[in-house]
């Protein structure tokens, strides 16, 4: 590859103005191939690859600038761009030409870079050998060891016929792999593979099943043998596919990883920390407090009461009667309640489909009444809402007049139609799907969540069904006015969809907190949304294996999130699961209990009288955590993590996925069997732990059986902690 602008350059090392605006190596290929490097900081790295020589789609949504040259502050709709290097912060760096050039801070390309095989980027912490044959890339420690590569030959691929791309690093045995959003499977995932492509997966198994709803194409090595770690965030919404070491190819020569995505480009940010606590760095790092990042929406205290929800009250021709019951049965059985789901069931039409933005006034003569006597009872509503209209829809016609469609790639390109789940009996559900990047659209569902909805009353939105599958990857997008194809846009659409109805509720209660809820979403939606892990199913089976994928979530950079207590789907818990499921839930940002059975039942905290005592001393338990959860996640830090977060030097901790971190100080150890009474525990090497209900107090490093009777389960208090409650 060839050297572009390779006039040499000299820079004091205090301008970072001057070095901001220059401090990158670019590359052309033999075929017109773009290829980019920037050292954006000390722990970042930025590698970029345009297949077409030029971006396929040249803004991003992941990240947003804090300079005001690039964009104003605060994440613009109309996106980013992803060509500027100039809202880095630039550490000093230089080319060398051997790899003893440590320390130097200027900026020295060498006159004859293009004859050389390769050259290094040296910055006054790490070095970065690039193979100017291969474009290969070798991170080094200052102690000259390698703790990340590409794969040495084949690193950046792109089809020549098509769009996919990919990248190749070398997986090495010893390495631990944690992130990707919401994935089912263990904790650690090396050796999977894992595919990212959101979709409607009711009923799935949280153990097995892939893809699901969410696209978070972030991920952490864990290298423990060099104690550190390092994250990779990958900018692109297509369809991907993570290879974590499941694949073997004896002709590459060596053992490898790769992600690959169905289209767009490469373009890639990866965080190394050199930190003796390099596990919980290179996240605090990533989610630092400085602008551009996606930190977390923030939360307000009452949202992490218990949230009530269930489709079947509105499902019922006197909804109404029924919505009031709820909230009756609450205060009656002396349940604190702050927030209950108005599920879709109250925009049906006499067709019994899904009609957004509309009131069925047979099921609900008054919406405003019923939310007022929710109110009365310190209940807040969240309306359920859908990216799509059904084609007999009262406001299609009027949405395809201004073009606020997806468009079809046929002649004239009209909306684009595919079937979509909406009730109601037989297949013709046919509609089009919102397009958020047409302007026009963003404005008209924020003016219409504010009329039909807030103007009753509603407190907080629920963005639902919103994986946007229409089938068509060709479809089209205005993308602001500069079309591009829904392969490339699917997450974008639904994290602008969270941004618009997180600016109604900004907007029309402008003292207030806004709370929206999203199903599905890719990286950087946690700035507008929280969410939950879907329509799982009801078995030990979830219960147990929905936790790592809550952790996983969480240290992908999406924190408030849980699962539906019970389980959503199939028949109804039996009384111990559901005592348990509870128990779990009390120590998860997110604490909902949800249902949709097909028996007709439905998970409310009093299905059981037996164990009504039990699930309301647990849930009056997490109203006295919440200071603690509100104090932890207060600078968009998570509340749960696993182990390995806070224990990287404990071996024992790199693949526990079940008994995870509640905040610094809590140790959950959560039952998911039937009929168990104690539990065996591992308490991580390098605190004390005390047993928050038996008091015994036991040195880390070792495993502990101790009780778990029906009434809780085990938690552990890290060096006899004290809580705020």
């Not at 879709?344 to 609900?364: E, L």
């Not at 990216?387 to 009209?414: C, M, N």
């Amino acid at each position: 590859m060839r050297l572009l602008d390779p006039a040499p350059l000299t820079f004091d090392r205090d301008n970072s103005d001057l070095l901001s605006q220059n401090a990158r190596l670019q590359f052309v290929g033999a075929h017109g191939e773009f290829f980019r490097i920037i050292v954006a900081s000390n722990g970042e790295t930025r590698v970029t690859m345009y297949p077409d020589g030029k971006p396929r789609l040249d803004r991003t949504w992941a990240y947003k600038s804090s300079y005001p040259v690039i964009a104003p502050k605060g994440l613009s709709r109309e996106k980013h761009p992803k060509v500027y290097a100039n809202y880095y912060t630039i550490p000093p760096y230089h080319i060398g030409i051997t790899p003893d050039d440590f320390y130097i801070t200027h900026f020295v390309p060498s006159d004859d870079l293009d004859d050389l095989d390769y050259g290094y980027l040296v910055t006054e912490c790490w070095k970065l050998h690039v193979n100017l044959k291969t474009a290969a890339l070798t991170w080094y420690d200052m102690q000259g060891r390698v703790f990340a590569a590409d794969a040495p030959m084949g690193a950046y691929i792109y089809d020549a016929d098509g769009r996919s791309v990919s990248h190749y690093m070398l997986h090495r045995p010893h390495e631990h792999y944690y992130g990707f959003g919401e994935v089912a499977g263990p904790l650690d995932k090396a050796g999977m593979r894992i595919r990212m492509s959101p979709r409607d997966a009711l009923g799935y198994n949280a153990e097995s099943t892939d893809p699901l709803y969410k696209h978070f194409p972030v991920y952490t090595t864990f290298v423990p043998t060099l104690d550190m770690s390092y994250r990779l965030e990958y900018d692109n919404f297509s369809e991907t596919t993570f290879d974590l070491g499941k694949e073997i190819d004896y002709t590459k020569r060596v053992r490898y990883r790769y992600w690959r995505a169905e289209d767009g480009d490469i373009d890639y940010r990866i965080w190394n920390s050199l930190s003796p606590n390099a596990f919980q760095h290179v996240f605090r790092y990533a989610g630092s407090e400085a602008e551009r990042f996606p930190i977390p929406a923030k939360i307000p205290d009452w949202a992490f009461g218990y949230l009530g929800s269930t489709m079947s009250y509105t499902e019922a021709p006197d909804a109404q009667e029924q919505l009031k019951k709820f909230a009756d049965l609450c205060k009656q059985h002396d349940i604190p309640c702050d927030l209950f789901h108005l599920s879709s069931g109250y925009t049906t039409g006499d067709d019994g489909k899904r009609y957004v933005f509309t009131w069925n006034r047979s099921k609900i003569p008054d919406p405003k009444a019923m939310v007022d006597y929710f109110h009365d009872h310190g209940i807040r509503v969240a309306a359920n809402v859908k990216p799509h209209l059904l084609k007999t829809h009262p406001f299609y016609d009027e949405v395809a007049g201004f073009g606020g469609f997806i468009r079809a790639r046929d002649e004239g390109h009209p909306p684009a139609i595919a079937h979509f789940w909406s009730g109601g009996a037989g297949t013709t559900n046919e509609g089009s799907l919102l397009d958020f990047t047409n302007p026009q659209t963003f404005d008209w569902w924020k003016s219409k969540i504010k009329e039909t909805l807030l103007a009753y009353g509603i407190d907080a939105i629920w963005n639902d069904n919103n994986e946007f599958q229409l089938p068509d990857d060709g479809a089209i997008c205005d993308n602001f006015g500069d079309p591009v194809n829904l392969g490339q846009m699917r997450p974008i659409q639904t994290l602008l969809m969270a941004r618009a109805s997180y600016e109604a509720l900004q907007a029309f209660y402008p003292d207030r907190v806004p709370y929206v809820i999203t199903r599905s979403g890719g990286f950087g939606i946690q700035r507008y949304a929280g969410t939950w892990s879907g329509d799982n199913s009801t078995s030990w089976h979830t219960l147990k294996w929905n936790i790592p994928m809550g952790l996983s979530l969480s240290i992908s950079g999406m924190p408030n999130t849980g699962h539906d207590i019970g389980g959503f789907y199939g028949d109804a818990p039996d009384p111990e699961l559901f005592v348990r499921w509870v128990q779990n839930g009390v120590f998860h940002p997110r604490f909902c209990i949800h249902s949709w059975h097909a028996d007709g039942s439905v998970n409310e905290p009093w299905m059981y009288p037996e164990v009504l005592p039990i699930i309301r001393d647990a849930i009056k338990r997490r109203y006295r955590l919440i200071p603690y959860f509100s104090s932890t996640m207060k600078y968009g830090q998570p509340l749960i993590l696993p182990l390995v977060y806070h224990f990287p030097h404990d071996e024992r901790t790199h693949t526990e996925s079940f008994d995870f971190m509640c905040g610094r100080n809590l140790l959950v150890a959560s039952i998911f069997e039937p009929g168990a009474r104690e539990r065996t525990v591992y308490l991580p090497t390098g605190a004390t732990w005390r047993d928050a209900y038996t008091r015994e107090v036991y040195q880390g490093g070792q495993t502990v059986t101790v009780p778990a009777p029906l009434n809780y389960i085990p938690v552990f208090l890290r060096d006899r902690a004290d809580l705020p409650v």
